[in-house]
């Protein structure tokens, strides 16, 4: 009995364990779901199959270890029937977009112009529409539980980009050979690529449109995080972005590492002389000068391996984690991130390696980050209509503000 109404679990074996996460549950014959609230008007939904349930049974924590194929196919089945539409659409459309319109409209400015003044249109009512959803949203104490592990995460790459900007700067001018002209080297991608797009001009096309960049990436995570807004995905905004901004930190890391230890030659010979000044005599005015510039264009040897290649795979990660099923968007993002490397090293922005190491290892990353905010066990349970909205936190919405305000920075002061 609970305030004068009776409370009835079924099925019996329901077992609820606080775990730091969030709440767990085991539902009878049924896979573990959680959820970050200790809500009452919850329901659990899930279903699994009976050996998973008698695994549960046998545990001493009363939880999964470790699901089977099958079993781990129709949890992602089931997660994906949670999913909407209407995100797959949105992403896939900003994605096409533009090379659509350079196929239709080639060298018309005029309707370029326009078609730009309709995308400015466009963002500001997006803008103005998400900040209504935020004003809505119903589930807010599902954001809530994930908010301090998000700032941790989001403080730890805040600190780990400042200490990069700097060291971009040092393995830059402290090149022995920074003023001479020093070949690059040669990259087997770039010479074939350019040797096709001489012979096919749908190969020149592909190799030199603009289809894609950071902003594109970049807009399609905070798609997702958003989507929860309109309960595209039964996941929490923050506890997605927790993942992704660890992995940012955690692969910048990995790949300081590889370009402080071996300096290679820049593709594009003599860069030291056209962007950056003269070392100056002491070190700490050396270091000193690294903090004087955001440096998201990089340095002036090869940065082993991209950094923009590795912010760009965490957008088709993310959508294959936790917008599962069969996606049009995750597909796109995919071919948008083949091109976007293909461009770069015909660019000579940097060569292929850079691009294969930067996808290899940050998605290595990202799967050994999957403790920061696991795709099955964090499953949000479905709220029965007519539950009660959760209370808007003013400190949450200046979080978001100041941490788009931040990415901002990053990704459009420092030309990224």
């Known amino acids: 009995m609970e305030s004068g109404h009776d409370v009835i679990i079924t099925p019996t074996d329901l077992v609820a364990g606080h775990e730091a996460r969030g709440v767990r549950r085991r539902v009878g014959a ?23 349930a008698s695994a549960a049974r046998g545990g001493g924590s009363g939880f999964v270890p470790e699901l089977n194929s099958g079993s781990r196919h129709s949890a992602r089945h089931h997660i994906a029937t949670r999913c909407g539409r209407g995100l797959d659409v949105a992403a896939t459309g900003v994605f096409l977009l533009q090379p659509t319109f350079l196929v239709l409209l080639p060298g018309m400015e005029i309707l370029r112009g326009l078609l730009g003044g309709l995308t400015n249109a466009a963002a500001v009512l997006g803008m103005l529409l998400l900040a209504y959803r935020i004003l809505i949203f119903r589930r807010w104490r599902d954001e809530h539980a994930q908010v301090p592990r998000f700032v941790i995460c989001f403080l730890v790459m805040v600190l780990e980009l400042s200490i990069e900007n700097c060291v971009v700067w040092l393995v830059s001018a402290w090149d022995q050979r920074k003023y001479d002209n020093v070949p690059g080297l040669q990259d087997n991608v770039a010479i074939a690529v350019n040797a096709l797009s001489v012979i096919s001009p749908l190969a020149r096309w592909l190799a030199t449109c603009r289809a894609a960049n950071i902003l594109h990436f970049f807009g399609a995570l905070l798609a997702l995080a958003f989507s929860v807004l309109w309960d595209q995905v039964p996941y929490s905004g923050f506890g997605i972005m927790a993942r992704v901004v660890l992995t940012v930190a955690a692969s910048r890391v990995l790949r300081m590492a590889c370009f402080m230890a071996t300096v290679l030659p820049n593709p594009r010979p003599g860069c030291y002389r056209r ?12 270091i000193k000068l690294g903090y004087t510039t955001i440096r998201g264009f990089g340095g002036c040897n090869d940065l082993i391996f991209s950094g923009h290649g590795a912010f760009w795979v965490l957008a088709p990660l993310a959508f294959r984690t936790y917008y599962p099923g069969r996606r049009l968007s995750t597909w796109v993002l995919w071919l948008a991130l083949a091109h976007a ?15 294969l190491l930067a996808i290899v290892v940050t998605w290595a990353v990202w799967d050994w980050l999957a403790w920061v905010y696991p795709a099955r066990e964090s499953v949000l349970l479905h709220r029965p209509v007519g539950s009660p909205p959760d209370r808007l936190n003013p400190g949450v919405v200046g979080l978001i503000l100041i941490c788009l305000a931040i990415a901002g920075v990053i990704v459009i002061g420092g030309n990224a």
Request: proline share 10%; glycine share 8%; net charge negative.
């Open 275 to 286: 962007r950056f000044p003269p070392v100056p005599p002491g070190l700490w005015d050396t």
């Open 341 to 355: 490397c293909v461009r770069d090293v015909v660019d000579e922005q940097h060569y292929s390696v850079d691009m």
């Open 30 to 52: 049924g896979f573990i779901s959680s959820t970050t609230i200790n809500d009452p008007h919850e329901v659990a939904v899930f279903t699994g199959d009976a050996a998973g």
